[in-house]
C-alpha cells in the first residue's frame, strides 16, 4: 500500500444522485416530453452551469433562489413558479450514492486525508451538511458558496491548496466534470474521471490506495 495520500471528492454526481434530465421530465413534463426536450430545458436552466451563468450566481452564494427563479424565468419564459419548483426539487434529488459512500469509508479505513470541493449553493449545502452522515468521513471541505469561488476558476484550486495544507505530497481529486479535473491538473493534482464507484476504486486500487 502506498503511504497517506489526499483525496479530494467532488459531491454532486460522484457522492450524490445527480440526473438533472430525469428530474425535469418528472417536474415539468410539459417543457420535457422527452428526453430531446429534457436535455434543450436543462440548457436553457442551467447554462451548462458555466461560469458566467445565471445558475453560477447561485454557486457562489451571490444570489437568493427567488431572485434565481425571477431571473432564469425572465431570460427564458419559463413561468417563475416552474423554476422555483425545479430550485426547490434539487436537495431532496441529491440522494446518496451508496457505493460511492462505501469508498469513502474505504479509503478512510486506510487512513488516507479526505476532503471535499463542490459547486453548491449555500441553502443546498446548509441542508447537505445537516442531513448527511457521510460528512464525518471528510477531514476538511469546502463549498463554492461559502467562500464565493466556483470550479473552474483556478481561485477555487489554490484556496484549497491552503485551506486542506496541500504540499508537494500526492493529491488525488475526484470529480465527473472534465473541465474541473483538466483545473486541478494545473495545481499538479491527479485526476478521476468518475463514472462509477467500481471504476473509480479500480483506478485507486491499481495506483495503491486501496487493497485489491
Given at each position: 500500500?502506498s503511504?497517506?495520500?489526499?483525496?479530494?471528492?467532488?459531491?454532486?454526481?460522484?457522492l450524490?444522485?445527480?440526473?438533472?434530465?430525469?428530474?425535469?421530465?418528472?417536474?415539468?413534463?410539459?417543457?420535457?416530453?422527452?428526453?430531446?426536450?429534457?436535455?434543450?430545458?436543462?440548457?436553457?436552466?442551467?447554462?451548462?452551469?458555466?461560469?458566467?451563468?445565471?445558475?453560477?450566481?447561485?454557486?457562489?452564494?451571490?444570489?437568493?433562489?427567488?431572485?434565481?427563479?425571477?431571473?432564469?424565468?425572465?431570460?427564458?419564459?419559463?413561468?417563475?413558479?416552474?423554476?422555483?419548483a425545479?430550485?426547490?426539487?434539487?436537495?431532496?434529488?441529491?440522494?446518496?450514492?451508496?457505493?460511492?459512500?462505501?469508498?469513502?469509508?474505504?479509503?478512510?479505513?486506510?487512513?488516507?486525508?479526505?476532503c471535499?470541493?463542490?459547486?453548491?449553493?449555500?441553502?443546498?449545502?446548509?441542508?447537505?451538511l445537516?442531513?448527511?452522515?457521510?460528512?464525518?468521513?471528510?477531514?476538511?471541505?469546502?463549498?463554492?458558496?461559502?467562500?464565493?469561488?466556483?470550479?473552474?476558476?483556478p481561485?477555487i484550486?489554490?484556496?484549497?491548496?491552503e485551506?486542506?495544507?496541500?504540499?508537494?505530497?500526492?493529491?488525488?481529486?475526484?470529480?465527473?466534470?472534465?473541465?474541473?479535473?483538466?483545473?486541478?491538473?494545473?495545481?499538479?493534482?491527479?485526476?478521476?474521471?468518475?463514472?462509477?464507484?467500481?471504476?473509480?476504486?479500480?483506478?485507486?486500487?491499481?495506483?495503491?490506495?486501496?487493497?485489491?
Open positions: 500500500m503511504p497517506q495520500k489526499t483525496v479530494i471528492f467532488d459531491l454532486g454526481g460522484v450524490l444522485h445527480w440526473q438533472p434530465l430525469t428530474l425535469l421530465q418528472h417536474l415539468l413534463p410539459q417543457h420535457a416530453p422527452h428526453h430531446a426536450g429534457a436535455q434543450a430545458l436543462a440548457q436553457q436552466l442551467f447554462q451548462g452551469f458555466d461560469p458566467g451563468g445565471d445558475w453560477a450566481l447561485f454557486d457562489l452564494g451571490q444570489i437568493e433562489p427567488d431572485a434565481l427563479a425571477q431571473r432564469i424565468a425572465a431570460r427564458t419564459g419559463l413561468q417563475v413558479q416552474d423554476v422555483q425545479v430550485i426547490e426539487a434539487i436537495p431532496p434529488h441529491l440522494a446518496t450514492l451508496e457505493g460511492t459512500e462505501a469508498l469513502l469509508h474505504e479509503l478512510r479505513a486506510q487512513d488516507h486525508r479526505l471535499f470541493l463542490s459547486n453548491m449553493p449555500a441553502p443546498y449545502a446548509e441542508r447537505l445537516r442531513d448527511k452522515a457521510f460528512f464525518s468521513a471528510f477531514d476538511d471541505g469546502i463549498f463554492s458558496a461559502h467562500v464565493q469561488q466556483i470550479k473552474p476558476d481561485g484550486y489554490a484556496l484549497a491548496v485551506r486542506f495544507g496541500l504540499g508537494a505530497d500526492e493529491v488525488w481529486f475526484i470529480d465527473d466534470v472534465q473541465r474541473n479535473l483538466d483545473a486541478a491538473h494545473a495545481h499538479g493534482w491527479r485526476g478521476v474521471r468518475f463514472e462509477s464507484a467500481l471504476q473509480v476504486r479500480a483506478q485507486l486500487v491499481e495506483a495503491g490506495l486501496l487493497p485489491i
